[in-house]
Nanobody
Framework: QVQLVESGGGLVQPGGSLRLSCAAS????????MGWYRQAPGKERELVAT???????TYADSVKGRFTISRENAKNTVYLQMNSLKPEDTAVYYC????????????????WGKGTLVTVSS
């Protein structure tokens, strides 16, 4: 019923830019936060950026000044603008919502997309 679909990943040269999109479908009663996480091969999943219900943002130190998270509330869509990409940014990027849905009215849950691969290489 509730689904997140990421798009926008691909192959980019170092210094290039990409914009990731995460489109949510289904009924959300309350969205407490939206975020992007990433997992590089052989590495642990890490937080990239979050956007709270109140509009505040947080970023991993490794992406501060280069990445920007934003949203379109009417579409329950979250974006991640990635500039000045580095090879170290190569990872599968996952969209995350922490929210109450029709199926889980009384409990907030983490909802995850399937991920989109970003490869930064020359």
């Amino acid at each position: 019923q509730v689904q997140l679909v990421e798009s926008g990943g691909g192959l980019v040269q170092p210094g290039g830019s990409l914009r990731l999109s995460c489109a949510a479908s289904g009924t959300f009663f309350s969205i407490y936060s939206m975020g992007w996480y990433r997992q590089a091969p052989g590495k642990e999943r890490e937080l990239v950026a979050t956007l709270t219900n109140s509009g505040s943002t947080t970023y991993a130190d490794s992406v501060k000044g280069r990445f920007t998270i934003s949203r379109e509330n009417a579409k329950n869509t979250v974006y991640l603008q990635m500039n000045s990409l580095k090879p170290e940014d190569t990872a599968v990027y996952y969209c995350n919502f922490y929210a109450r849905t029709r199926a889980t009215q009384f409990s907030a849950i983490n909802i995850w997309g399937k991920g989109t691969l970003v490869t930064v290489s020359s």
